[in-house]
């Protein structure tokens, strides 16, 4: 086997240590040592320093992440129907690695995870509650706007930021050929050399003390959500001992599909968990008040497309002045969410770009926006339309209930409220395992990916073992000692480089595909097949008839940076 830079492997897969790349691995290591000990040590100081640093990016530079939404999303649309859009991931003729049933399940799984299931049934109380633009709480108008928020979260911007990172990542490791899959590896047309030093380093540590902080969000979530559901079947009281055990059967569930691979393993349970999904969205929407939910979710699709651009941008300009109420709902949550995708961004376009091999870049894109976004229509149309609806007419005070016994509970108090309500409770909790396991299997597989040299077909079995439970014992210690919430915001926090690092990826990505294409006999083509030997050969004859420098040197010389 041929391994970049000269090293070979030896013995057996476990032993391969060569093909780590130790810089990154250490490092992350490190990184996420040293912000965790200090949170063990002094829990209080440690989250009143991350809480200020929060307000402070968030207070300072929220309009900086909501412009770097809207900058993504119309990049996107523009490379879509560009020629840069029609260009195949793959060898000619090459049809998709997997079935769209299949690639729509494993994006979205990866992408929203169990913390889906705890937004789309409870965030509009929310809204409900603190609405936005100065709206009276609980008012008519405050309904309306409940309904659409969710949506607009987890929508198209949210997508497209999860979209951007695999454009130039799966362009280089299905085209260019590059076995590599790594952030850094992506802006090499851009940083050139420097990627091979401390600057690619730190742009793939950053990304994995994300991940590893972002994965800790996930777990804050869903972790409480499924022991109030076991709690609810069983009548065992809900404790740090039965969460941390949740954990555990979490983590074992996805460290065996993440050693079993991407086809055997998280293609199966991202299967199961679509349909498991699908089944608990019919029996809402049948057995729930269907015409309500309908209307409503079609009402709140109009509202947000109405109001797309008023939502993106909102800043909230005068609160505080003038005599104008300032409510903080756009830094707490439009532009939490914004940094909350990317932080996850890299991991997600890191998976989508890895399992969108033999499809063309517009299909990726349009797929993962389209796909990814109806799907989080479907889950808070219908599950938080249910809940809403048991608020309004009174057969539920999922307000009171919330404030009484906590988000969790609340959550599992609004699946109670169905009929055949024990089923759906435990298909409810059997789903938000799945979806937490699909997220991190799914996560230990790109992290697993970012500090190997090369990766072939898949990253190495003891790698991802390693990362599948090291994703889980740092979130497990601070569990114990409350501090989950402060690792996440320390992620949001230290995330901030990633929305120039995004910059960097949209230009190597368009630097390096209009190098291609322009070069390519397949310029006009729907769908453009881009051969690296054959564009050296074409450019070579061209450069035996013209004697000037052409731009064979220019392919070359790239080319001969990329082996250096």
Same mark, same amino acid.
């Given at each position: 086997?041929?391994?970049?830079?000269?090293?070979?492997?030896?013995?057996?897969?476990?032993?391969?240590?060569?093909?780590?790349?130790w810089?990154?691995f250490?490092?992350?290591?490190?990184?996420l040592?040293?912000?965790?000990?200090?949170?063990?040590?002094?829990?209080?100081?440690?989250?009143?320093?991350?809480?200020?640093?929060?307000?402070?990016?968030?207070?300072?530079?929220g309009?900086?992440?909501?412009?770097?939404?809207?900058?993504?999303?119309?990049?996107l649309?523009?490379?879509?129907?560009?020629?840069?859009?029609?260009?195949?991931?793959g060898?000619?003729?090459?049809?998709?690695?997997?079935k769209?049933? #299949?690639?729509?399940?494993?994006?979205?799984?990866?992408?929203?995870?169990?913390?889906?299931?705890?937004?789309?049934?409870?965030?509009w109380?929310f809204?409900?509650?603190?609405?936005?633009?100065?709206?009276?709480?609980?008012?008519?108008?405050?309904v309306?706007?409940?309904?659409?928020?969710?949506?607009?979260?987890?929508?198209?911007?949210?997508?497209?930021?999860?979209?951007?990172?695999?454009?130039?990542? #799966?362009?280089?490791?299905?085209?260019?050929?590059?076995?590599?899959?790594?952030?850094s590896e992506?802006?090499?047309?851009v @940083?050139?050399?420097?990627?091979?030093?401390?600057?690619?380093?730190?742009i793939?540590v950053?990304f994995?003390?994300?991940?590893?902080?972002?994965?800790?969000t996930? @777990?804050?979530?869903?972790?409480?959500?499924?022991?109030?559901?076991?709690?609810?079947? !069983?009548?065992?009281p809900v404790?740090?001992g039965?969460?941390?055990?949740?954990m555990?059967?979490c983590t074992?569930?996805?460290a065996?599909?993440?050693?079993?691979g991407?086809?055997?393993?998280?293609?199966?349970?991202?299967?199961?968990?679509l349909?498991?999904?699908?089944f608990?969205?019919?029996?809402i929407f049948?057995?729930g008040?269907?015409?309500?939910?309908?209307?409503?979710?079609?009402?709140?699709?109009?509202?947000?497309?109405?109001?797309?651009?008023?939502?993106?941008?909102?800043?909230?300009?005068?609160?505080g002045?003038?005599?104008?109420?300032?409510?903080?709902?756009?830094?707490?949550?439009t532009?939490?969410?914004?940094?909350?995708w990317?932080?996850?961004?890299?991991?997600v376009?890191?998976?989508?770009a890895?399992?969108?091999?033999?499809?063309?870049i517009r299909?990726?894109?349009?797929?993962t926006?389209?796909?990814?976004?109806?799907?989080?229509? @479907?889950?808070?149309?219908?599950?938080?339309?249910?809940?809403?609806?048991?608020q309004?007419?009174g057969?539920?005070?999922?307000?009171?209930?919330m404030?009484?016994?906590?988000?969790?509970?609340?959550?599992i108090?609004?699946i109670?409220?169905?009929p055949?309500a024990?089923?759906l409770?435990l298909?409810?909790?059997?789903?938000?395992?799945?979806?937490?396991a699909?997220?991190?299997?799914?996560?230990?597989?790109?992290?697993?990916?970012?500090?190997?040299?090369?990766?072939?077909?898949?990253p190495?079995r003891?790698?991802?073992?390693f990362?599948?439970?090291? @994703?889980?014992?740092?979130?497990?210690?601070?569990?114990?000692?409350?501090?989950?919430d402060?690792?996440? !915001?320390a992620?949001?926090?230290?995330?901030?480089?990633?929305?120039?690092?995004?910059?960097?990826?949209?230009w190597?990505?368009?630097?390096a595909?209009?190098?291609?294409?322009?070069?390519?006999d397949?310029?006009?083509?729907?769908?453009?097949?881009?051969?690296?030997?054959?564009?050296?050969?074409r450019?070579?004859?061209?450069?035996?008839?013209?004697?000037?420098?052409?731009?064979?040197?220019?392919?070359e010389?790239?080319?001969?940076?990329?082996k250096d």
């Open positions: 086997m041929y391994i970049r830079k000269g090293i070979r492997a030896k013995g057996d897969e476990g032993l391969k240590t060569k093909m780590i790349d810089s990154t250490i490092g992350a290591l490190i990184l040592v040293g912000v965790t000990l200090p949170l063990v040590l002094y829990p209080e100081a440690g989250k009143t320093f991350v809480t200020k640093a929060n307000d402070f990016m968030t207070g300072n530079f309009s900086l992440y909501l412009a770097m939404g809207l900058i993504v999303f119309a990049f649309l523009f490379v879509a129907f560009s020629k840069n859009g029609h260009v195949k991931l060898d000619v003729g090459e049809k998709p690695e997997f769209t049933f #299949s690639w729509a399940a494993m994006l979205f799984a990866a992408g929203i995870g169990s913390s889906i299931l705890y937004w789309a049934v409870i965030e109380a809204y409900y509650q603190g609405p936005p633009y100065g709206l009276d709480a609980e008012s008519k108008e405050a309306q706007w409940a309904t659409a928020y969710g949506i607009f979260h987890w929508g198209p911007i949210a997508w497209a930021i999860y979209t951007l990172p695999a454009l130039p990542i #799966s362009y280089f490791y299905y085209v260019r050929k590059k076995p590599v899959l790594k952030v992506a802006v090499r047309p @940083l050139g050399r420097w990627v091979d030093g401390p600057v690619g380093t730190i793939d950053l994995m003390f994300g991940l590893l902080g972002g994965a800790g996930t @777990l804050a979530l869903g972790t409480p959500m499924i022991a109030a559901g076991i709690s609810d079947l !069983t009548g065992i404790t740090l039965m969460q941390a055990v949740i555990l059967i074992t569930i996805f065996i599909s993440a050693y079993s991407l086809r055997r393993g998280i293609k199966l349970l991202s299967d199961i968990n349909w498991l999904a699908l608990i969205l019919a029996f049948i057995f008040p269907t015409v309500f939910i309908a209307e409503t979710t079609f009402n709140s699709l109009g509202i947000m497309l109405d109001n797309f651009f008023k939502m993106a941008t909102w800043t909230e300009p005068f609160g002045v003038g005599g104008y109420e300032e409510t903080g709902f756009p830094e707490s949550w532009v939490f969410y914004w940094a909350w990317l932080v996850y961004a890299p991991f376009g890191l998976f989508v890895r399992i969108s091999r033999g499809r063309t299909q990726m894109i349009l797929g926006m389209i796909y990814g976004t109806l799907g989080c229509v @479907l889950f808070f149309g219908i599950m938080g339309n249910f809940g809403l609806y048991m309004l007419t057969q539920f005070d999922v307000i009171s209930f404030d009484q016994n906590g988000t969790p509970a609340a959550i108090a609004i109670n409220q169905l055949l024990r089923v409770v298909a409810f909790t059997v789903l938000a395992i799945i979806f937490l699909t997220t991190f299997d799914s996560s230990s597989y790109i992290l697993a990916s970012v500090v190997q040299k090369e990766v072939k077909n898949e190495l003891w790698n991802r073992l990362w599948a439970f090291a @994703l889980c014992l740092m979130p497990l210690v601070l569990m114990f000692l409350g501090g989950l402060t690792l996440q !915001t992620s949001i926090v230290g995330g901030f480089p990633l929305i120039f690092i995004m910059l960097l990826l949209a190597s990505f368009m630097r595909s209009n190098t291609d294409i322009r070069a390519s397949d310029y006009e083509s729907k769908t453009i097949n881009i051969d690296r030997k054959q564009i050296l050969k450019l070579r004859e061209r450069k035996n008839k013209k004697p000037r420098r052409s731009a064979l040197d220019v392919v010389n790239r080319d001969q940076e990329d």
